[in-house]
């Protein structure tokens, strides 16, 4: 991340167009003991701490459904694909920020794959299209 | 489904409330073999007659990540929570439209349990919140 590119977000910070990761906190690694905070509110944390000057939103929920390959997030920008990711871990912050700030700069939309964050290769779940989209290849 | 309820959805039709149904029509089971058409293209083919005269919006997307667990579909409605599908088969379609008209009626935007078909409970992958969701429990 350089200075620049953290300049070119924070007009978007708090509108409907800011990036945002929806972090869950209920979220523990299946088959591991049950813990105080959870692995997800730890994730949550530490986001919220890797967005901050970003113009990242950060949101905690209470659960992205998601539950047996936690901890869990989700990322999108208005207009964009969302992204859901699994099997993260509490220091995945930072790449979850990066991922945002890259959706939030593709003009398609689309979260490129080229110097995206290894923990949003692995732990690609699914993504959804943006509300208007259409591609009826007929 | 009574014609009651049909007529409930019919002015969503093509209005970005609309319930929106999003098919991978890449998709194919997992070890599976190569086919043609592929499976999640039988399943967008039955999933758009099933629609019909519903309301329901159904929308061929190229993929939806879920590749390991398809066939897969997302269903929405604009301000409603988006579920996200896998291990879905031809015959979902039904299922598909049934979900995303109690979604379409589901006031706080959660697609009900109760009620809900068995491939949609079974195949949940993961749901992402509303554009505009907040939930900060501090």
Tied chains: 1, 2.
């Excluded at 490129?112 to 509300?131: C, N, Q």
Aim: charged fraction near 25%.
């Amino acid at each position: 991340m350089t200075d620049v590119e953290q300049t070119d977000l924070s007009d978007t910070k708090a509108s409907p167009d800011a990036p945002t990761i929806y972090v869950c906190i209920t979220c523990r690694r299946a088959g591991e003991p049950e813990a105080d905070p959870r692995p997800g509110a730890i994730l949550a944390e530490g986001t919220a701490k890797a967005a901050e000057g970003t113009g990242v939103v950060v949101r905690q929920v209470q659960c992205l459904a998601n539950c047996t390959r936690g901890p869990s997030a989700a990322v999108r920008c208005n207009g964009s694909w969302t992204y859901i990711f699994g099997g993260l871990d509490a220091a995945c912050g930072p790449a979850l920020v990066e991922g945002a700030r890259l959706l939030a700069h593709a003009a398609d939309g689309i979260m490129p794959w080229r110097g995206r964050p290894e923990p949003l290769k692995r732990g690609l779940v699914a993504r959804v299209p943006p509300i208007d989209f259409e591609e009826d290849p007929e």
